[in-house]
């Protein structure tokens, strides 16, 4: 079985920094994509940046130059560095991976979810 786990969501004010992680655990063989998407209240669930086995991003336009996603594939673990955070940017933030697992095959995951809330 594979689970996500997130952690590092919280308050912070605009122009403030916070840094997500998401860990992967389980019978996993390999991890292929691994993705930040986020929903605010009212909107449809958005990708904000993913990243490839190899390391190369992308990222939503509203984003570049702020946020930054990098993975530690010997920890299983994807991270989203935000700086110069905007009230726009409050969501629920979900990670997600392209998993291969022996049991399962190939699969998406996702995490459980954590709120960043951008307020002064």
């Known amino acids: 079985q594979v689970q996500l786990v997130e952690s590092g969501g919280g308050l912070v004010q605009p122009g403030g920094s916070l840094r997500l992680s998401c860990t992967a655990s389980g019978s996993l063989l390999s991890i292929y994509d691994m993705g930040w998407y986020r929903q605010a209240p009212g909107n449809p669930r958005e990708s904000v940046a993913r990243?490839?086995?190899?390391?190369?991003?992308e990222y939503v336009d509203s984003v570049k130059g702020r946020l930054t996603i990098f993975r530690d594939n010997a920890k299983n673990t994807v991270y989203l560095q935000m700086n110069y955070l905007k009230r726009e940017d409050t969501a629920v933030y979900y990670c997600?991976?392209?998993?291969?697992?022996?049991?399962?095959?190939?699969?998406?995951?996702w995490g459980q979810g954590t709120q960043v809330t951008v307020s002064s």
């Open positions: 990243i490839t086995n190899n390391g190369r991003t």
């Open positions: 997600n991976a392209d998993i291969d697992t022996l049991q399962f095959g190939r699969n998406t995951y």
